[in-house]
């Protein structure tokens, strides 16, 4: 008989599964994006019930099956309750939970996405930081963990380590100035975003989301985001049409 296991984590997903039963996709630190069954969670004061919900973290006891989990109890540090009247925030931290499960998988040890998925739905929750800002630094920093986020540190061209005059989307990174000329897709960028770009790929996680940006270095840092993430991710998100059709 397979013995229980303990995982830390964060729910990314809950669903209705059968008549009781629930569906869960969580996040662990030790095992990346596991696919959880809690059996008759919904049958009334079932102590499950109240664990199977979107955003809930903290440390799950569960079994190992051939390809999923049984959930059996649950040890729940952090609610993320301040969703509960604000849509909008649901809309953007659903959002994040789904932008990182395109990006983890099974059998990874996972702990700095599952920090970096934390801290953000936090700045969403807070709302001390632009949900806008939280978004697109979140998304350009699981794409720098995956491997997959851009060159900020020098021109991806000829290599300068000063130039940082240009971003281009299909290069996949910074371009000093000569180089910038030359490339056809390639557009200015100012020193706040070139800096930002930086910041991001080098702040550590718990001072991620501790800036703010003007109206207009948000915005250019925000089209920057979009073209890049709408060049290398090949996934329509449902969290975000429905973010989409209430701001």
């Known amino acids: 008989m397979r013995e229980d296991e303990v995982l830390s984590g964060m729910v990314l997903y809950a669903a209705d599964q059968g008549e009781y039963g629930k569906r869960l996709v969580v996040l662990t ?18 102590p499950l019930v ?3 919900r979107i955003f809930a973290t903290g440390s799950f006891t569960v079994r190992r099956g051939r390809d999923s989990y049984t959930l059996f109890s649950a040890d729940i540090s952090e609610w993320f309750s301040g969703f509960e009247k604000d849509i909008e925030k649901f809309c953007y931290a659903s959002y994040l939970c789904e932008f990182m499960s395109y990006y983890t998988h099974e059998g990874e040890y996972s702990k700095d996405f599952l920090n970096l998925l934390f801290v953000a739905v936090k ?7 632009d949900v806008e800002l939280v978004r697109r630094v979140f998304e350009l920093k699981t794409m720098m963990l995956a491997g997959e986020g851009p060159n900020v540190f020098g021109c991806v061209s000829c290599a300068d380590r ?13 371009l000093c100035e000569a180089c910038g000329r030359l490339a056809k897709d ?25 800036f703010s940006l003007k109206s207009d270095a948000l915005e250019e840092f925000g089209r920057l985001a979009a073209g890049f993430v709408k060049r290398y991710v090949d996934r329509e998100f449902k969290s975000l049409e429905i973010l989409n059709g209430i701001v």
């Open 29 to 46: 630190k030790e095992c990346g994006k596991v696919t959880m069954f809690a059996n008759n969670a919904r049958k009334p004061n079932n």
């Open 50 to 52: 109240a664990v199977c």
């Open 123 to 129: 700045a969403v929750e807070k709302g001390e930081v």
């Open 162 to 174: 000063e130039g940082q005059a240009f971003f281009s989307v299909s290069r996949g990174g910074v």
């Open 186 to 210: 390639a557009v200015r960028i100012s020193p706040t975003v070139a800096y930002t770009l930086k910041y991001i790929a080098q702040s550590p996680l718990t001072e991620l989301f501790s």
